[in-house]
Each structure stands twice: as structure tokens, then as C-alpha cells.
């Protein structure tokens, strides 16, 4: 039965449950905006990877490889396009 | 809307060309009824799942844009050959330069490139079909819908005019009021999901569906090529994609994300726009450097130089098509740093272009050069693309780009990469795999003479813009005065299009005349080459291999012609295969009548059309379909035929 029960997942699964609700504090009390971001952003990061390696199952895959691979290339590109807007729409921006 | 408001009236070309379309639309329907070819064209076409047979339709529509982007071509280097020409109106010619760019890129190039790597990729590795046959039939009436839905502006509600760009605030709805750039929009979202859908579905074949000992290191260089441009294409479309919906709702449904009022941004259109824009030149570029590639190791007779270095700079290209593309437009406001940054990863990239160009040549080097129509179009590029390349250069110094921004130096810049690198690239491909497909060979002298008309007429044609940009002419001007001094070299320039014409017109006739005259019963391997798609019979059967082949190298397929040994063997064993299906020309045609109500914002039909196309989504998910197997005997049957043995019965 022991075997049979997946404490794993259920853990991961009420674990995720608890960054939900840690993220919702961030709308709840009347936090500064910089505290509240940094919250959403590493419940949020820590959540991808939760569903990632828990419940997506990346490392079981027998091509793990190319999954990380494929992973790390739409972080660099996402990355790049969202501070590369930034950088050039914003921030490098001369008429401001 | 009133009826002259939706029909484009008043302009005589216009006439002659709804005239050609009625005909053509009536023609075609009654031939089909009389040569009662209905079933025909049905059962092996419309609703094929073949590979090859959806790039050759890839291929053919290509062809079909090609003289439409053509026409406008001409028309424009017509307009401008000489002073105060009232050829064509601003507006008309505003609506010609946008059509031109938007159908060579999107509906021409593209496709093209799609096409030869639906004919070949599965071959290439040694695959019976990709990796979702009926995805891929998906792909091309999106595309195709997508194509004529754009096409079909320039008669109906008139075509979009803000460039092939459509940079905001002149892509408004303010600044174009009519539906021209909704049709824009439109069109190319669906077709963009084709092109997404492609992009997957070969990435999925190429690392799932390699012959078994292909590792990825043993794969053609054309296979890696596409590989990826598959992975550009699955990063750059969204976002294209996403910043159409964005245009969509701006123009139609009364946001401000681009346009000006209501703390708009217009230049973040640009910005989308781009970020799409830049990967897509490598999408259309790197494929022909795999085709190039190809033909220069068989027709030198000497395998790839630095195939890992061939590699690695691919992929150093596609990373870097990501972080270039500010550059297009550098004078519209951003600080120095943006620009240096910017400038310094553009001239990154001439870094593996370069390592490229030289692993071409040391392939050249003391091979046994045969000059064969591919390998004349191959050897052009060489030159020809380096000037192109050292321009685009010149272009990427920031400060020195505030001289040559939207001058014609920039038009001849982007013609001489794109013309040489895919236009050449995807004939050359064309001509070479033409026997694989087809079972004959493409007239050699014919394929010379249109290759010498093409080449020495492309520089004829753009040369001469270099230096009328130099001297000031800026791009898309619809007229000049004589005082400019710009009509001498425009005149040469018009001069150089009309042999272009010549050089398509006999590449068109030599399809023709190999149809009718070439001779058929030719090798399986004409070219003498390297790759696995070389191994199977031309034409290919529906199956490809009979038996899958085993890979233990690079060029397989050359070294066991030399020693004499079969890839494949083993006993035939049933052959399980995808059935055809209507439903993508089904779906591909709900596109196209939802994307007509959508451009026109008549929400009623749009929404029937909507829910039509969700229907042919759901029928999919409940329909049973297991394909089909050949069996032993018929593979044996075609197998005979192919040989050319008689039948034993």
C-alpha cells in the first residue's frame, strides 16, 4: 500500500497549494510594491518548477537532454525579448 | 459599405485583373468538369497527406506568388524608370510595394523553403512521412488560405499600403482607414499558424524519426539546417502572432496599444514587428545554406568541409537572430547605448556567416568541380551574398547607418541577401531534387541559359540602387523630379528587371518543355550524390523505403555506392501509412471565409465561420482513423515496376 500511494506527488501537490495562497499576501495586506513583486516572482518560479520536474516529469524522460536544452532556449529567448523591448523601448529610450 | 466601396474601382489594370481572375476561376472548374479530372485532383491532391505532394503543391503556389510578386516588380521599377512617371499613382504604387513585400517574403520565399523541406527532410533521414502527416496538410491550406485571402485585396476592398512592415502610427486606423490593413493582419495570422504548425510538426520528425544509427551529428546538412530554422520558427511566430491579434484589435476593435491617442506606443510595433522580423530572414536564410551546402559537396565531389563548424555557427546564428533586431530601426529615438549594443551583436553575426562562406569554398577547393544548373546557382551565391553580407555591414554601424536608413543603399542591401541567398537557393534546390520527385530531369541548357539571364540581370537590376541610395533616393518614392539625376540609373535598373523577367519566363518554359520532352527512365541517383534520399527510386513511391536504411556515417548513401554494399536489408514487411483526409482543405476554407467576414468586421458570418472551424476541430478529436497498411505484395509490385522488371503475373 505504501508503495502504492504516490506521497510524492501529494506532497508536491499541497505544497503548490501553499505557494498559491503565500502568492495571494502579495494582493491580501498592503505590501510595498517591490516586496509584493518579489514574492510573486519566486513563489512563481518556484511553482514552474514544481509542475515542471514533479508534474511534468522532465527528468523521467528519456530525451531529458534535449528537454532542458529546449527549456533554457525559450527562457534565453523570452528573457531577451521582454528586457530587450524593455531596453530599447524604455530604458534606452532618448525621447522620453 | 456600398458595392463600389468594397470592389476597387476606377483603375484600369484593376479591370484587366478581375477580368483575368473571373476567367481564370471559370476556366479552371470547366476544364476540370470537361477532362473530368474532379476525382482526380481530389483523391492525389486536395486532400492528400504525402509529404511530397504537399511541398510540390508548397512549391507550385510559391511558384504562382512569385509571378505575382513578379508583376509587382516590374511594375514598380516600370513607375520609377524614369522622371515624373504617372505610370502608376502614389497610392497605387504605395499598395504595389506592399503587396510586393509581403508576397515574396511570406507568401513566396516561405513556402518555397517549406515546400523543399517537405520533399525532402523525410527523405533525407529515412523516414516514411513527418511526424503528423495530417498537421501537415493542416499547415498548407492555412497557408494557402492565408495566401489567396491576401491576394484577393487588391480587387476586393483594396490592398493593404503601409508597407510590408506596417508600421504604426500610419497602419492605424487613422492614418489607413480603408481594409486593406486588416486584410494584412488577418491573412497573415492564418498563415503564420500554418507556419507555426510546420515548425513543430519538423521538429518533432527530424528528432524523433531518423533512420536508425543517424545520431545528429550524421545528419545532411540541409536536415540540421532545418532543424534549426524549426526551432527560430516555433520562437519567433508567437510572436508575430500576438502582435497581429494586437494590430487586429487596435484597427477593429478600438484599443490603443499602437495607436497614438490614449498613451499608445507606435513604436512598439516596430519593436514586435522586428523581434518577429529578424529571426524570419534566418527562417528563409538558413534553409538555402543547407541546400547550398548539398549541392556544393555533390558537385565537387568532396565531403562538407568543417561539417562542425557548419554546425555550430547555425546555431550560433539562430541565437543571435534574436538579439539583433533594434537594428532596423536605429534612428527612431533610441539612446547610444541601445544602438551600440545593437550594432555590435549585428556584426556578430557576419562571424559565422563568414566561417561559413569559407567552409564553402575550402569545399571547392581540389574538388572535381561539375557545373550543373544547381552548381552555377550555388557558385553565384558565393560572391553575390558577400556583397550583400558586407553591406549589411556597412548598415549595422549605427552612426553610419543615419546616412543609408530607408535609402534604396538599404533596398539593394536586403535584395542582394535575399535574392542570391534564397531566391538562387531555392532554384537551385528546385532543379537538384526535381528528379527525385518527379522521375525526369529538368532541361540542363534551358536551366544554364535562365540561370546566366538571372544572375547577370540581378546585379544589372540592383547594382545600380547601391548608388542611387548613396546619392540619396530614398526607398518607396513613387516619383522624382529629373533635376534629382536619379533617372539614368533607374533606367539601367529597369533595364536589368526585364532580363529577370526573361531568365523566370525561361525557367518557366523549361518546366514546360522537360514535362513534354525530358526523358524519363533515368537513375534513381542522376547526380551522382550523397545524402539518403538519393537511395530510393525517382519518383519516390508513396512509401519511400521499402526497407528503412541503416546509417553508421555522414553520407551514408555515397560510401556504400563506393563499396558496393545495400543501406537496407532484410524481408518486406507491411507498411503502415496515413490515410488521406478532406478535412484540412475543409478547415483551410473556413479560414479563408472567416478571414474575409473578420477583414470586412461582419461579426455574424465571422462567428458561423468560428464556429465551423472549431467544428472541424472537434470531428477531429472524435474521429477514429488507424491509416492504413501496404501490403507484401504491393510493395513487391512497385518495387518490380520502379526496377523496370516486368510484372510477374
Same mark, same amino acid.
Given at each position: 500500500?505504501?508503495?502504492?500511494?504516490?506521497?510524492?506527488?501529494?506532497?508536491?501537490?499541497?505544497?503548490?497549494?501553499?505557494?498559491?495562497?503565500?502568492?495571494?499576501?502579495?494582493?491580501?495586506?498592503?505590501?510595498?510594491?517591490?516586496?509584493?513583486?518579489?514574492?510573486?516572482?519566486?513563489?512563481?518560479?518556484?511553482?514552474?518548477?514544481?509542475?515542471?520536474?514533479?508534474?511534468?516529469?522532465?527528468?523521467?524522460?528519456?530525451?531529458?537532454?534535449?528537454?532542458?536544452?529546449?527549456?533554457?532556449?525559450?527562457?534565453?529567448?523570452?528573457?531577451?525579448?521582454?528586457?530587450?523591448?524593455?531596453?530599447?523601448?524604455?530604458?534606452?529610450?532618448?525621447?522620453? | 459599405?456600398?458595392?463600389?466601396?468594397?470592389?476597387?474601382?476606377?483603375?484600369?489594370?484593376?479591370?484587366?485583373?478581375?477580368?483575368?481572375?473571373?476567367?481564370?476561376?471559370?476556366?479552371?472548374?470547366?476544364?476540370?468538369?470537361?477532362?473530368?479530372?474532379?476525382?482526380?485532383?481530389?483523391?492525389?491532391?486536395?486532400?492528400?497527406?504525402?509529404?511530397?505532394?504537399?511541398?510540390?503543391?508548397?512549391?507550385?503556389?510559391?511558384?504562382?506568388?512569385?509571378?505575382?510578386?513578379?508583376?509587382?516588380?516590374?511594375?514598380?521599377?516600370?513607375?520609377?524608370?524614369?522622371?515624373?512617371?504617372?505610370?502608376?499613382?502614389?497610392?497605387?504604387?504605395?499598395?504595389?510595394?506592399?503587396?510586393?513585400?509581403?508576397?515574396?517574403?511570406?507568401?513566396? +520565399?516561405?513556402?518555397?523553403?517549406?515546400?523543399?523541406?517537405?520533399?525532402?527532410?523525410?527523405?533525407?533521414?529515412?523516414?516514411?512521412?513527418?511526424?503528423?502527416?495530417?498537421?501537415?496538410?493542416?499547415?498548407?491550406?492555412?497557408?494557402?488560405?492565408?495566401?489567396?485571402?491576401?491576394?484577393?485585396?487588391?480587387?476586393?476592398?483594396?490592398?493593404?499600403?503601409?508597407?510590408?512592415?506596417?508600421?504604426?502610427?500610419?497602419?492605424?486606423?487613422?492614418?489607413?482607414?480603408?481594409?486593406?490593413?486588416?486584410?494584412?493582419?488577418?491573412?497573415?495570422?492564418?498563415?503564420?499558424?500554418?507556419?507555426?504548425?510546420?515548425?513543430?510538426?519538423?521538429?518533432?520528425?527530424?528528432?524523433?524519426?531518423?533512420?536508425?544509427?543517424?545520431?545528429?551529428?550524421?545528419?545532411?546538412?540541409?536536415?540540421?539546417?532545418?532543424?534549426?530554422?524549426?526551432?527560430?520558427?516555433?520562437?519567433?511566430?508567437?510572436?508575430?502572432?500576438?502582435?497581429?491579434?494586437?494590430?487586429?484589435?487596435?484597427?477593429?476593435?478600438?484599443?490603443?496599444?499602437?495607436?497614438?491617442?490614449?498613451?499608445?506606443?507606435?513604436?512598439?510595433?516596430?519593436?514586435?514587428?522586428?523581434?518577429?522580423?529578424?529571426?524570419?530572414?534566418?527562417?528563409?536564410?538558413?534553409? +538555402?545554406?543547407?541546400?547550398?551546402?548539398?549541392?556544393?559537396?555533390?558537385?565537387?565531389?568532396?565531403?562538407?568541409?568543417?561539417?562542425?563548424?557548419?554546425?555550430?555557427?547555425?546555431? +550560433?546564428?539562430?541565437?543571435?537572430?534574436?538579439?539583433?533586431?533594434?537594428?532596423?530601426?536605429?534612428?527612431?529615438?533610441?539612446?547610444?547605448?541601445?544602438?551600440?549594443?545593437?550594432?555590435?551583436?549585428?556584426?556578430?553575426?557576419?562571424?559565422?556567416?563568414?566561417?561559413?562562406?569559407?567552409?564553402?569554398?575550402?569545399?571547392?577547393?581540389?574538388?572535381?568541380?561539375?557545373?550543373?544548373?544547381?552548381?552555377?546557382?550555388?557558385?553565384?551565391?558565393?560572391?553575390?551574398?558577400?556583397?550583400?553580407?558586407?553591406?549589411?555591414?556597412?548598415?549595422?554601424?549605427?552612426?553610419?547607418?543615419?546616412?543609408?536608413?530607408?535609402?534604396?543603399?538599404?533596398?539593394?542591401?536586403?535584395?542582394?541577401?535575399?535574392?542570391?541567398?534564397?531566391?538562387?537557393?531555392?532554384?537551385?534546390?528546385?532543379?537538384?531534387?526535381?528528379?527525385?520527385?518527379?522521375?525526369?530531369?529538368?532541361?540542363?541548357?534551358?536551366?544554364?541559359?535562365?540561370?546566366?539571364?538571372?544572375?547577370?540581370?540581378?546585379?544589372?537590376?540592383?547594382?545600380?540602387?547601391?548608388?542611387?541610395?548613396?546619392?540619396?533616393?530614398?526607398?518607396?518614392?513613387?516619383?522624382?523630379?529629373?533635376?534629382?539625376?536619379?533617372?539614368?540609373?533607374?533606367?539601367?535598373?529597369?533595364?536589368?528587371?526585364?532580363?529577370?523577367?526573361?531568365?523566370?519566363?525561361?525557367?518557366?518554359?523549361?518546366?514546360?518543355?522537360?514535362?513534354?520532352?525530358?526523358?524519363?527512365?533515368?537513375?534513381?541517383?542522376?547526380?551522382?550524390?550523397?545524402?539518403?534520399?538519393?537511395?530510393?527510386?525517382?519518383?519516390?513511391?508513396?512509401?519511400?523505403?521499402?526497407?528503412?536504411?541503416?546509417?553508421?556515417?555522414?553520407?551514408?548513401?555515397?560510401? +556504400?555506392?563506393?563499396?558496393?554494399?545495400?543501406?537496407?536489408?532484410?524481408?518486406?514487411?507491411?507498411?503502415?501509412?496515413?490515410?488521406?483526409?478532406?478535412?484540412?482543405?475543409?478547415?483551410?476554407?473556413?479560414?479563408?471565409?472567416?478571414?474575409?467576414?473578420?477583414?470586412?468586421?461582419?461579426?455574424?458570418?465571422?462567428?458561423?465561420?468560428?464556429?465551423?472551424?472549431?467544428?472541424?476541430?472537434?470531428?477531429?478529436?472524435?474521429?477514429?482513423?488507424?491509416?492504413?497498411?501496404?501490403?507484401?505484395?504491393?510493395?513487391?509490385?512497385?518495387?518490380?515496376?520502379?526496377?523496370?522488371?516486368?510484372?510477374?503475373?
Amino acid at each position: 500500500m505504501k508503495q502504492l500511494f504516490p506521497a510524492q506527488h501529494v506532497m508536491g501537490f499541497l505544497f503548490s497549494l501553499l505557494l498559491s495562497l503565500v502568492a495571494l499576501v502579495a494582493v491580501l495586506f498592503d505590501l510595498s510594491f517591490a516586496a509584493g513583486m518579489t514574492i510573486l516572482v519566486v513563489t512563481a518560479l518556484v511553482q514552474a518548477g514544481l509542475q515542471l520536474f514533479l508534474f511534468m516529469h522532465v527528468k523521467e524522460n528519456a530525451e531529458s537532454k534535449t528537454l532542458y536544452l529546449n527549456i533554457l532556449y525559450a527562457l534565453f529567448v523570452g528573457l531577451v525579448t521582454i528586457f530587450g523591448t524593455l531596453f530599447a523601448m524604455r530604458w534606452g529610450y532618448m525621447v522620453k | 459599405m456600398k458595392w463600389d466601396e468594397f470592389f476597387v474601382t476606377g483603375e484600369p489594370m484593376i479591370y484587366a485583373a478581375m477580368v483575368s481572375i473571373v476567367v481564370v476561376s471559370l476556366a479552371i472548374p470547366i476544364a476540370l468538369t470537361y477532362f473530368k479530372k474532379w476525382n482526380w485532383l481530389w483523391t492525389n491532391w486536395l486532400t492528400t497527406v504525402d509529404h511530397k505532394k504537399i511541398g510540390v503543391m508548397y512549391i507550385l503556389a510559391a511558384l504562382l506568388m512569385l509571378f505575382r510578386g513578379g508583376v509587382d516588380a516590374i511594375l514598380m521599377r516600370a513607375q520609377t524608370a524614369v522622371p515624373d512617371n504617372g505610370l502608376l499613382d502614389g497610392q497605387h504604387y504605395n499598395e504595389i510595394f506592399t503587396t510586393h513585400g509581403v508576397v515574396m517574403i511570406l507568401f513566396m +520565399a516561405m513556402p518555397f523553403i517549406i515546400g523543399l523541406m517537405n520533399v525532402v527532410i523525410p527523405l533525407q533521414i529515412g523516414a516514411r512521412d513527418v511526424a503528423f502527416p495530417r498537421l501537415n496538410a493542416v499547415s498548407f491550406w492555412l497557408f494557402f488560405s492565408g495566401a489567396m485571402l491576401f491576394n484577393i485585396s487588391f480587387v476586393i476592398g483594396g490592398s493593404p499600403d503601409a508597407g510590408w512592415s506596417a508600421y504604426f502610427p500610419l497602419a492605424s486606423l487613422e492614418f489607413s482607414p480603408t481594409v486593406g490593413n486588416n486584410y494584412y493582419a488577418i491573412a497573415l495570422q492564418i498563415a503564420g499558424i500554418g507556419t507555426l504548425l510546420t515548425g513543430i510538426n519538423f521538429l518533432v520528425t527530424i528528432l524523433k524519426m531518423r533512420a536508425p544509427g543517424m545520431t545528429l551529428m550524421k545528419m545532411p546538412m540541409f536536415t540540421w539546417s532545418v532543424l534549426i530554422t524549426n526551432v527560430i520558427i516555433v520562437f519567433a511566430f508567437p510572436v508575430l502572432t500576438v502582435a497581429l491579434a494586437l494590430m487586429t484589435l487596435d484597427r477593429q476593435f478600438g484599443t490603443q496599444f499602437f495607436a497614438m491617442q490614449s498613451g499608445g506606443m507606435d513604436m512598439l510595433w516596430a519593436n514586435l514587428f522586428w523581434v518577429w522580423g529578424h529571426p524570419e530572414v534566418y527562417i528563409v536564410i538558413l534553409p +538555402a545554406f543547407g541546400i547550398y551546402s548539398e549541392i556544393i559537396s555533390t558537385f565537387a565531389r568532396k565531403n562538407l568541409y568543417g561539417y562542425k563548424s557548419m554546425v555550430v555557427s547555425m546555431v +550560433a546564428i539562430s541565437l543571435l537572430s534574436f538579439v539583433v533586431w533594434a537594428h532596423h530601426f536605429y534612428t527612431m529615438g533610441h539612446g547610444v547605448m541601445v544602438n551600440s549594443v545593437f550594432s555590435i551583436t549585428t556584426m556578430a553575426i557576419a562571424i559565422p556567416t563568414g566561417v561559413k562562406i569559407f567552409n564553402w569554398l575550402f569545399t571547392l577547393r581540389k574538388g572535381k568541380i561539375s557545373f550543373t544548373t544547381p552548381m552555377l546557382y550555388s557558385l553565384a551565391f558565393i560572391p553575390i551574398f558577400t556583397i550583400g553580407g558586407v553591406t549589411g555591414v556597412m548598415l549595422a554601424m549605427a552612426s553610419a547607418d543615419y546616412q543609408y536608413h530607408n535609402t534604396m543603399f538599404l533596398v539593394a542591401h536586403f535584395h542582394y541577401v535575399l535574392i542570391p541567398g534564397t531566391v538562387f537557393a531555392v532554384i537551385a534546390g528546385f532543379h537538384f531534387w526535381f528528379p527525385k520527385v518527379f522521375g525526369f530531369m529538368l532541361n540542363e541548357k534551358l536551366g544554364k541559359l535562365s540561370f546566366w539571364f538571372i544572375a547577370i540581370s540581378f546585379n544589372v537590376t540592383f547594382f545600380p540602387l547601391f548608388i542611387l541610395g548613396l546619392n540619396g533616393m530614398t526607398r518607396r518614392m513613387y516619383t522624382y523630379s529629373e533635376s534629382t539625376g536619379y533617372g539614368p540609373l533607374n533606367m539601367l535598373s529597369m533595364v536589368g528587371a526585364v532580363g529577370l523577367t526573361i531568365g523566370f519566363i525561361i525557367l518557366v518554359y523549361n518546366i514546360y518543355w522537360s514535362v513534354r520532352y525530358s526523358p524519363r527512365n533515368i537513375k534513381s541517383d542522376p547526380w551522382d550524390a550523397r545524402s539518403l534520399e538519393w537511395s530510393t527510386h525517382s519518383p519516390v513511391p508513396e512509401y519511400n523505403f521499402a526497407l528503412i536504411p541503416t546509417v553508421n556515417r555522414l553520407d551514408a548513401h555515397w560510401f +556504400a555506392k563506393k563499396e558496393g554494399k545495400p543501406l537496407a536489408t532484410g524481408k518486406y514487411e507491411p507498411i503502415h501509412m496515413p490515410n488521406n483526409s478532406g478535412l484540412p482543405i475543409i478547415m483551410g476554407a473556413a479560414f479563408f471565409f472567416w478571414g474575409f467576414f473578420m477583414v470586412f468586421s461582419w461579426w455574424i458570418p465571422a462567428i458561423v465561420f468560428g464556429v465551423v472551424i472549431l467544428g472541424t476541430l472537434a470531428y477531429r478529436t472524435f474521429e477514429k482513423d488507424h491509416g492504413h497498411y501496404i501490403s507484401v505484395e504491393e510493395i513487391e509490385r512497385t518495387e518490380k515496376a520502379l526496377r523496370g522488371e516486368q510484372h510477374e503475373n
